[in-house]
């Protein structure tokens, strides 16, 4: 986060506290909200599905805070770690060849995760997900995509709009990170 704020940016994520705290609702839509008002959402998935949303839905509440940006217009960026996208290849090979797929329980602890990443990748547009291993290499692709001074790249810029003078930083709404990616 540090490196991000340094950068220009405003960080907003509930790991960090940041996120606001709505009494009398539930956390879930409170995530949904700050996806929809968000400048940037970054969804991080790793191994961890995370809660269901809707209940009974087999979607997390990640998969839904990405959709609900991407309905609002949002610029949004999926990144997942490499293991992971690596043990999805791994289970699509054993499921091809019939076998029964074991994930690697240090690596993944909920195979559901395999579906919200194929779910993003068959979208139509929007369906871009970046592969890191490290934070240092995660932290590089996101500056690559949305700058160190706060703006945006040409292709994330959905609609030209003219420039304030003193703009202030883009709001990054993060989901779902592992608590020591960023140390």
Same mark, same amino acid.
């Given at each position: 986060f540090q490196e991000l704020e340094t950068d220009g940016h405003k960080v907003i994520a509930s790991e960090k506290g940041t996120l606001p705290v709505n009494p *009398?609702?539930? /956390?879930y839509e409170q995530c949904l909200k700050a996806a929809a008002e968000c400048d940037y959402l970054i969804a +991080? #998935? @790793?191994?961890? &599905?995370?809660g269901e949303y809707p209940p009974g839905s087999n979607k997390s509440i990640t998969e839904a805070e990405i959709e609900e940006a991407l309905k609002q217009g949002k610029k949004t #960026?999926?990144?997942v770690r490499q293991s992971v996208w690596d043990s999805l290849a791994n289970q699509k090979a054993y499921v091809r060849d019939g076998a029964d797929y074991k994930p690697i329980e240090h690596i993944i602890d909920d195979t559901r995760v395999f579906g919200m990443i @194929? !779910? +993003?990748? !068959?979208?139509t $547009? @929007?369906?871009? +997900? &970046? $592969? &890191?291993?490290?934070p240092k290499d995660l #932290?590089? $692709? +996101?500056r690559a995509q949305i700058? /160190? /001074? *706060?703006n945006a790249l040409d292709w994330l810029d959905r609609s030209p709009q003219p420039q304030p003078q003193n703009p202030s930083p883009p709001q990054i709404d993060w989901l779902e990170i592992c608590?020591? #990616?960023l140390k």
């Open positions: *009398g609702k539930h /956390s +991080i #998935l @790793d191994g961890r &599905f995370g #960026l999926v990144f @194929d !779910r +993003i990748k !068959r979208k $547009q @929007d369906n871009w +997900i &970046f $592969q &890191f291993n490290l #932290l590089a $692709q +996101i700058g /160190s /001074s *706060g608590r020591t #990616l």
